[in-house]
């Protein structure tokens, strides 16, 4: 096999030869063993404590630390650094608007419910939310619906996180010479069997290893080795993004340098194309990702530029064929860039070997919003490819304002946490630590990938692969290449912390809230530890078989469960914790209802766009429609019922005069 | 059985009510956070022409104005807030496994019920 001397140009050659190298497989190695170390301290400090308590709960010790990073680090999951670097990347600084949210999300999350669930929990040695709901209103059915809705929607949000963790490994370790090896004899051993995958080896690979890690330390370790990787992972997240701020910065000459750049930046045009030789080959050609072609202006152009376009994919050509299958393309359109792109590939034109590569172009298209307008990554609604309203109208940005607060106070795995914390003042101070968290990471985020734009342009069609490719490229540019290796720790920290708490809440939601609380509740203390251990094992092993075939739509899944979870949980369990008439009858149908109309929102897009996307009546996103129906049924259905009993409302709300002077003002 | 609204004079938890009055302040500050951010993109960032947007320490003045600006004022509210507005209350002690005992001595006195019967 032939590999022409690209002309892939400067630091674009990391993209091409994609990120890995010998650093980030030791990063991955050095990360996994301080992993598995953690997991093992953490079942050591184990052995004395009441076992489900402790595995599931962390015998509701946490401090400040722990609490605070546990619950920042499980809620910036794998998109904060892939998903997220790849909007702004693409769409610019409204970026910002659309994270905003965030300067709210620590204070609402934590300060709305945590004091009241934890207080509640501990009155009846609650373990679970749905242990919350079913002592709160001593309903079995309620606490059984809440079960099986968090079983149905974790699992398929597992399933995908699980995809999105495999997928940054391979990102990661793309291109690792003794990785691809390991892949071949993985790809050979299961061939043909369930374990093989239609992702490719190496996508396989990095899901056995990726799968390995969580499920051993979670399984292992339960909830405090959740916890404290947690704690490390948060601190790789937030060291990474501090350290790529200044690498930007200095790359681009400062923010203000940036944004003047970005001032004359237009989107490109997207398209595909046949990369042809003249001659067909007789040895199999392999051009790379981020190749670079000059190619003739159309007949209609007045442009005095020349046209230069970048291919987006490896590119083969067979022996014996003179073209290559289709691939994603991009021609540049900011004369800036052209230039820069333009000097650079002539400069490399002499390091050729080959007869000349051309490209065929089969189509271009100009993007529906923002085309040939310079500053549209300045200001809103943004460029976008597909959809002529831009990217952020005003009804979406209000729509993820509300949402990101909102969902996030809504999400059982947030809950958990906030049932796990030792006393008020770690609340306090965790609040304070979390928000000071959150500034430090996605502001910084929005600078760094508006900066990404300039010092690697051209990756729009791969924006997913940008964060591990300007952490490759502002390392290597400074000559700290081992830096390289920690940065990319980050992302895949992020959905390492994510995974290992689902992972932990479908079992506890299979052991304590199916087995324990219904079918049988005196099962013993050794039953249960060696029942724990299995599910959280087997779990995860059937999430890792789901992985190897994922289902389409994998983003949409995790957007719609993340909502649907908080469009169930979230008015019923606030409105069971500040609302003492609220009974059993309201809660059942507030959580039918939050699932019922989100769906509805959701199966009605299918039937329109005929993809899974959901209808947004009046532009407002599922999640609102779902929390107001919630809302709104819980209400009615509450009041139109009996009132709760006696008991449970002391229980829950009321003091004996003696008992109640047990609060200080801070 | 007795309803809700016999309940005896009691007292209110202490931390149910400094509970239910931080939410409601929470409340009311994501409802600002809400308007300022999304009334400055409105006017000032959305569909604006670049060539009149500037630069406030390097960041887009509408950017500035609409979030980062106050995303420090929340910050720093959130700091007065946890350290001088919240307050320190007793969470209770963990009864552990109370939920699953009653469970038990419910099914256990059911049972005998049945016996009896």
Not at chain 2, 63 to 92: K, Q, R
Request: net charge negative; hydrophobic share 50%; glycine share 8%.
């Amino acid at each position: 096999m032939i590999e022409p001397s690209t002309i892939a140009i400067g630091t674009l050659v990391a993209q091409s030869t994609g990120v890995g190298s010998a650093s980030a497989l030791i990063t991955f190695l050095v990360y996994t063993l301080a992993v598995f170390a953690i997991a093992w301290l953490s079942n050591r400090l184990r052995q004395s404590k009441s076992f489900v308590s402790e595995y599931f709960l962390g015998s509701r010790s946490l401090g400040v630390w722990a609490f605070a990073l546990t619950f920042a680090a499980t809620s910036a999951s794998g998109g904060s650094f892939t998903g997220f670097p790849s909007k702004i990347y693409s769409h610019g600084w409204v970026l910002a608007v659309w994270i905003a949210s965030y300067m709210i999300v620590p204070i609402c999350t934590m300060g709305l419910l945590a004091k009241r669930i934890n207080q509640v929990a501990r009155k009846t040695g609650a373990i679970t939310v749905p242990d919350v709901l079913r002592d709160r209103f001593n309903s079995a059915p309620l606490g059984l619906m809440a079960t099986l809705l968090i079983v149905f929607f974790m699992a398929f949000n597992l399933v995908a996180q699980f995809k999105a963790g495999s997928l940054i490994l391979r990102t990661l370790l793309a291109d690792v010479p003794l990785v691809d090896e390991a892949a071949n004899l993985i790809g050979q051993l299961t061939h043909g069997t369930l374990l093989a995958s239609p992702e490719g080896q190496v996508y396989q690979l990095c899901l056995f290893a990726f799968a390995a890690a969580v499920i051993i330390y979670t399984t292992y370790g339960g909830f405090h080795a959740v916890v404290w990787t947690d704690v490390m992972q948060g601190l790789v997240m937030v060291v990474g993004v501090l350290i790529l701020l200044p690498l930007a910065l200095i790359q681009v000459g400062g923010l203000e340098n940036a944004n003047e750049q970005l001032r004359e930046m237009t989107p490109p045009r997207l398209g595909t194309a046949r990369v042809v030789l003249d001659e067909p080959p007789t040895d199999d050609v392999v051009i790379h990702s981020a190749t670079l072609f000059l190619v003739d202006r159309e007949s209609n152009s007045q442009d005095a530029l020349p046209r230069i376009l970048r291919t987006s994919k490896t590119a083969v050509i067979r022996a014996g064929t003179g073209a290559s299958a289709e691939v994603p393309v991009l021609e540049f359109t900011t004369p800036a860039v052209i230039e820069r792109m333009h000097l650079a590939l002539e400069e490399q034109q002499e390091n050729r070997v080959l007869p000349p590569i051309d490209l065929d172009i089969i189509e271009m298209k100009d993007y529906a919003s923002g085309a040939r307008q310079p500053g549209v990554y300045l200001v809103g609604p943004g460029p976008e490819a597909e959809m002529t309203s831009g990217f952020l109208p005003l009804s979406v940005a209000i729509s993820f304002f509300v949402m990101w607060a909102i969902s996030g106070a809504g999400q059982p795995s947030n809950m958990v946490r906030l049932m796990a914390f030792n006393n008020t003042k770690t609340l306090r101070r965790a609040i304070i630590t979390v928000s000071i968290y959150y500034t430090l990471i996605y502001l910084p985020l929005v600078a760094i990938f508006c900066c990404a734009r300039i010092f690697l342009p051209g990756m729009e069609q791969e924006a997913d692969r940008i964060m591990p490719a300007a952490a490759v490229t502002l390392t290597e540019d400074v000559g700290w290449a081992w830096l390289g290796g920690l940065l990319l720790a980050a992302p895949f920290a992020a959905v390492m912390s994510t995974v290992d708490s689902f992972l932990l809440m479908i079992s506890s939601a299979l052991v304590r809230d199916v087995y324990q609380r219904n079918i049988n509740p005196e099962v013993s203390e050794r039953s249960i530890k060696r029942m724990s251990y299995t599910v959280t094992c087997v779990v995860g092993v059937a999430a890792m078989l789901g992985a190897m075939h994922p289902p389409q739509f994998l983003q949409d899944i995790i957007v719609y469960t993340g909502s649907g979870l908080a469009a169930c949980f979230l008015v019923p369990v606030a409105l069971a914790l500040y609302w003492p008439r609220y009974n059993a009858a309201g809660a059942i149908a507030g959580m039918v209802g939050g699932f019922f109309i989100h769906l509805a929102l959701y199966l009605g897009g299918w039937q329109m766009f005929g993809t899974f996307r959901a209808y947004t009546p009046l532009g407002v996103d599922p999640i609102i429609w779902g929390l107001f129906v919630s809302f709104a049924i819980s209400i009615l259905t509450t009041l139109a019922t009996a009132p709760p009993d006696e008991s449970l409302v002391r229980r829950y709300f009321y003091v004996d005069d003696d008992a109640a002077s047990t609060s200080t003002p801070s | 059985m007795k309803q809700a609204e016999h309940i005896p004079r009691r007292k209110l938890d202490p931390l149910f009510v400094h509970a239910r009055r931080e939410a409601i302040v929470i409340l009311v500050v994501w409802v600002i956070c809400l308007a300022w951010t999304t009334a400055v993109y409105w006017t000032w960032g959305l569909g604006r022409s670049p060539e009149e947007v500037e630069m406030y320490w390097g960041i887009p003045d509408w950017v500035f104005v609409g979030v980062v600006a106050p995303w420090v004022v929340v910050d720093i509210f959130s700091i007065w807030y946890c350290l001088v507005f919240m307050c320190d209350d007793e969470l209770g002690h963990a009864n552990e496994g109370l939920d699953l005992d009653e469970e038990v001595a419910q099914m256990h006195h059911a049972d005998q019920d049945r016996v009896d019967d």
